[in-house]
């Protein structure tokens, strides 16, 4: 069975503050090279209608406060996690590390045993 997939949102939004260029660039990529369907909220922009996939949302968030919000129209769990600084490698293994807490640890295929 497939693990559930999670949707990245990058909040550049209210009561947080833009990712700087090259490391939104870098992150973006690399978060899409994995295979994470990724959207990026702004001052001025909505995000698109949630489905039932996990969410997890990364931002730059004011005084290091966590922002909290309700996310209508999905079931699915939703966790904050402020970027505070860190680098690429950091923030995809948050993203996996949240992703192996929605959906259990990676099962390994069955190997036939025979005494």
Not at 16 to 24: F, I, Q, S, Y
Not at 59 to 83: L, M, N, P, W, Y
Not at 93 to 105: A, I, L, Q, T
């Given at each position: ?101 929605v959906s259990g640890p990676e099962s390994k295929p069955w190997l036939p045993w025979f005494p």
């Amino acid at each position: 069975m497939d693990k559930p997939s999670v949707r990245v949102v990058l909040y550049e939004g209210a009561g947080g503050r833009p990712l700087e260029g090259e490391h939104r660039r870098e992150l973006l990529s690399t978060l899409l090279q994995a295979g994470y369907p990724v959207s990026r909220v702004t001052a001025d922009g909505e995000l698109a209608s949630a489905d039932d996939s996990p969410l997890i949302v990364l931002g730059d968030f004011d005084d290091g406060k966590v922002a909290s919000a309700e996310i209508e129209g999905t079931k699915a769990r939703v966790a904050f996690h402020d970027v505070n600084g860190d680098d690429v490698e950091t923030l995809v293994h948050r993203v996996g590390k949240f992703r192996e807490e929605v959906s259990g640890p990676e099962s390994k295929p069955w190997l036939p045993w025979f005494p």
